[in-house]
């Protein structure tokens, strides 16, 4: 509008804005990191924040917050005369406030993804608008020449569209809870579990076998593509398998190393090391891998099953109780046993896995809670609280650790975990949450602790279960107020639908 150039190039030139299924924008000798694909990508996991704006996770990472303006108020202000010079400032003030935050994020992350950068082995630019399976593709492309092997060629979109339409596997083993609130919890957890079965079962697309010859691993039999099935491989140590265990030997020599000083660039490097190891499971049921393979992917879920029942049966066989578990942990009650015992059978069990898995100790936890489904009355998978002996409480998949859900809920909620948790009973969390509906029934909260953040990650019609957002963006339809998928996917700015639920 002003004509003013974007020459921020070395060179004079201006920046280059890169257009199709990964949009990014160039400058001519200077690194542009994408900081926001990097977050959203690696990052956003592990927080907390109710989203990933700069606002949320500079709070969360940094203690600092932008600078609260009405955008609507300031647009007008600047369009008049008397208030446009100090408007003006307050505006330049916010950007200014936005770029400190996003140089201090940086900072925060840069060792980070100076480590990933290093280990990939490819430039700072494209490793920050990676994916995962695109790290590990080119770490192992990047390796191939200590194997005397030619890389693969990458897949054509009929071989991808062939490979999406494969019907789905069995994943992960989940043992569903009893609900109820249990005293003196263990919980053992598999280290680096699918990594570690890909390494001692020698699972790559190199040497899967569908017969078995004379010394081949085996997996147990399994349902795959609707047919029973085993899949066997090679004892012959294959190239994916062998570049994955060397990273998890790094990885240990770290930890070790880690254990004698905190130093941050060991940490960075840990976290480069286990992102992508963790990835590399993945990697192999990725339809656009150049090594992919949903037989492998698939046996290593079903290996994975088979050493969790097994797990479980052991820790019965020794007088514990199971209570539940998930993908790699199990958690029993000590009961009348003491932790010593616990660590005996500990050794007992990781005495008879194969080669690098091991069985560690997460922790000994003074109480846990397990809930019931909000449909029945058997046990709610993937959601439970426990607390630790230093008193602090590790919570997944309720509504306090969400993004989905609005502050008075996630308020309430973890009151109510931390009350229950520390003093072993539930009869004054129940009083203050009829206190709390009652101040809800006669509108004494704040609205704004009843804003839900979200975003719609399909069409309004493609919804079958109609969630708070989506029925918040129905009515929107109705008032003709312009929502969709594709409106907010055009419109980069409105990165979440914010959805005021009003006290009816």
């Given amino acids: 509008m002003h004509g003013i150039k974007m020459n921020l190039g070395l060179d004079g030139s201006n920046i280059s804005f890169i257009k199709g299924a990964l949009p990014s924008s160039k400058i001519k000798g200077i690194v542009h990191i994408d900081l926001f694909k990097f977050i959203n990508r690696f990052i956003s996991a592990n927080l907390q924040s109710e989203t990933i704006s700069l606002n949320d996770v500079a709070k969360e990472l940094l203690g600092e917050e932008k600078i609260k303006l009405s955008l ?12 446009k010079d100090k408007a003006l400032k307050e505006f ?54 200590k194997f005397n092997e030619v890389a693969e060629n990458k897949p054509h979109r009929d071989e991808i569209e062939k490979r999406r339409i494969r019907p789905k596997y069995t994943g992960a083993f989940v043992k ?133 029942h097994k797990t479980l049966g052991d820790i019965e066989k020794e007088g514990f109780r199971t209570i539940y578990a998930d993908t790699d942990s199990c958690m029993f009650l000590l009961g009348n046993k003491k932790e010593k015992d616990a660590l005996e059978m500990l050794k007992k069990i990781n005495k008879a896995l194969p080669r690098t898995m091991e069985l560690e100790v997460e922790q000994f936890y003074k109480r846990g809670i397990f809930v019931s489904k909000k449909t029945s009355k058997s046990g709610a998978k993937k959601k439970y609280a426990l607390l630790s002996k230093d008193g602090t409480i590790k919570i997944r998949g309720f509504e306090s650790v969400r993004r989905d859900r609005c502050e008075l809920a996630k308020k309430i909620q973890d009151h109510v975990l ?22 809800v029934k006669e509108k004494k909260i704040n609205i ?44 980069e700015t409105s990165l979440h639908l914010v959805c005021r639920l009003l006290l009816e």
């Fill in 72 to 83: 609507r108020k300031i647009t007008h202000e600047i369009k008049s005369e008397k208030t």
């Fill in 92 to 145: 330049m003030f916010y950007n200014l406030k936005d770029s400190i935050l996003t140089s201090k994020l940086f900072e925060n992350l840069w060792l980070n993804i100076s480590e990933i950068t290093k280990l990939v082995s490819e430039p700072l630019f494209n490793v920050t608008r990676s994916s995962y399976s695109q790290l590990v593709e080119d770490y192992i492309i990047h390796n191939l020449n």
């Fill in 176 to 308: 569903e809870p009893k609900p109820s609130l249990y005293q003196n919890v263990a919980v053992f957890d598999f280290r680096s579990f699918y990594p570690n079965i890909i390494v001692s079962f020698n699972i790559s697309s190199s040497t899967l076998k569908t017969k078995k010859e004379k010394g081949d691993f085996e997996t147990p039999e399994f349902i795959f593509e609707n047919k029973k099935r085993k899949f066997y491989f090679d004892k012959k140590p294959g190239f994916f398998p062998s570049i994955l265990h060397e990273l998890l030997e790094k990885r240990r020599k770290i930890k070790h190393l880690l254990k004698e000083e905190k130093n941050a660039i060991l940490k960075s490097r840990d976290y480069a090391l286990k992102t992508l190891a963790n990835a590399s499971y993945g990697y192999l049921g990725f339809f656009g891998a150049r090594y992919y393979s949903l037989e492998c992917a698939a046996s290593v879920t079903a290996i994975a099953r088979y050493y969790i």
């Fill in 418 to 439: 931390k009350d229950i948790l520390s003093k072993g009973k539930a009869r004054d969390s129940l009083i203050y949450v009829k206190e709390m509906i009652q101040k």
């Fill in 448 to 491: 704004e602790e009843l804003i839900i953040r979200t975003k719609l990650k399909k069409s309004i019609g493609d919804y079958t279960s109609i969630g708070p957002h989506v029925a918040v963006a129905k009515r929107m339809k109705e008032k003709g107020i312009p929502v969709s998928y594709t409106h907010l996917r055009a419109h």
